[in-house]
């Protein structure tokens, strides 16, 4: 008999590499692979299962919705599209002027994004160095990382890359002609980076300087994730344009680029336009979400469960470090290769990931339980023991 990994290979393009396990089920922050070994899933699809596998209240939107009206293009509008763009507005800093245009994921929220950006007559986008966007060629013209252009050049142009977290820097590159600032309020794939305090103030007061639109790329951040709906809520700003997707539709593709204030009608009819985007079935999944965080208490639960982990993970010598908020940690290790850690972590039953050669990344779901909390800490040291031993 072939195995699924073999005919994996043989059926599917090779843009990820091997898949490490073929999974079979998920229950909360549980997985189970097809020889039955069970994982707790510290990584949530990439931060997108908000509310864990197969949660009761996003199962019966899905299919409640699916069972009355799944898909009607945009010539029409339902009820979900417009509830889930009201909620979004009611918990975005700036919302009360705000818009929103809905798509499948976060590359597609950041090509609407740059779009936008494009309709103030201007083109030049000022983003930072280790910043993640997305693959589409508009989203990868953003990348600084010359190993991730260079195969797909000529990209859209007119970018230019800052140090992340450096407000002079920031300064130096916008001018009157720069028609946005782009940035993640916390950086995520780039291994969970926090910038400094002060510096997204920072780069709202210059874009005000200079006429830009200061966009936040929400997509890995937003939804819950640090705690907080929007990361840039501690910061005191409002941003022009904020866009979403990961963590928004917990696991049901959807995504968001959020208009605000003048960037709200930027867009005239034929502008842009998506055939599922905005899609009833989407939109209850995003509107499920929403609820289930709020009735559950999942921000004050990421927060303080988030914190718990964090200390945990840290009161091991080989760490040195935990940077993030809430449910959006990047551990920082000391010396031992984080590649190491992730194969060691899932032999033990854990799923993490290893954004950079020196950090572990735990964005698990936001219903992860203090017992599954408690379960990696008490694996912890001996993944790293098993780590070091498989390093030397
Ligand atoms: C994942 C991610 C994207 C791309 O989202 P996709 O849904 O994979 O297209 C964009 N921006 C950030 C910050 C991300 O983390």
């Known amino acids: 008999m072939t195995t699924v990994a073999a005919r994996y290979a043989a059926s599917l393009m090779n843009t990820f590499g091997a898949p490490k396990l073929v999974l079979t089920r998920g ?3 549980h997985v189970w692979d097809e020889n039955g070994k069970e994982y707790v899933d510290l990584l949530a699809g990439i931060a997108v299962n908000s509310l864990g596998h197969a949660h009761p209240a996003l199962v019966s939107a899905v299919t ?6 799944g898909h009607i293009s945009n010539f029409f509008t339902s009820q979900p599209q417009v509830e889930l763009a009201e909620a979004l507005l009611a918990r975005v800093p700036g919302g009360e002027t705000g818009k929103v245009f809905f798509a499948n994921s976060g590359t597609e929220a950041n090509e609407a994004a740059i779009k936008l950006t494009r309709r103030t007559g201007r083109t030049q986008i000022v983003a930072v160095e280790g910043a993640f966007h997305g693959r589409s060629m508009g989203a990868l013209a953003l990348t600084a990382k010359e190993a991730y252009r260079a195969p797909f050049e000529p990209l859209p142009g007119d970018v230019t890359w800052v140090p992340y977290g450096d407000a002079d820097a920031l300064a130096a590159a916008v001018s009157d002609q720069t028609a946005a600032i782009v940035m993640e309020p916390i950086q995520g794939e780039a291994g969970v980076i926090v910038p400094p305090a002060g510096y997204l103030a920072a780069a709202r007061g210059i874009a005000d300087e200079h006429g830009a639109l200061l966009w936040l790329d929400e997509v890995q951040s937003g939804i819950g994730r640090t705690g907080r709906w929007f990361a840039h809520e501690t910061a005191g700003i409002t941003a022009d ?10 696991g049901f593709p959807i995504g968001a680029c959020i208009g605000i204030g003048r960037a709200a009608t930027l867009f005239e009819p034929g502008n842009h336009g998506t055939t599922f985007g905005g899609n009833p079935v989407a939109c209850a999944a995003g509107l499920a979400v929403v609820d289930t965080i709020e009735s559950e208490g999942l921000l004050e639960h990421a927060t303080v469960l988030g914190q718990k982990l964090r200390d945990g993970l840290a009161a091991d010598p080989r760490v040195t470090g935990v940077d993030g908020e809430g449910f959006f940690l990047g551990v920082v290790l000391d010396g031992i290769d984080s590649a190491k850690v992730a194969a060691a972590a899932l032999e033990a039953g854990f799923i993490l990931n290893n954004p950079t050669p020196e950090r572990i990344r735990i964005v698990p779901p936001l219903v992860l339980t203090e017992a599954d909390a408690e379960q990696l800490l008490a694996a912890w040291p001996a993944i790293l023991d098993a780590a070091e031993e498989a390093t030397t």
């Open 27 to 29: 229950e909360g922050a």
């Open 64 to 69: 409640s919705q699916l069972e009355s009206l």
């Open 241 to 250: 344009i904020v866009t979403l997707a990961k963590g928004l539709g917990g």
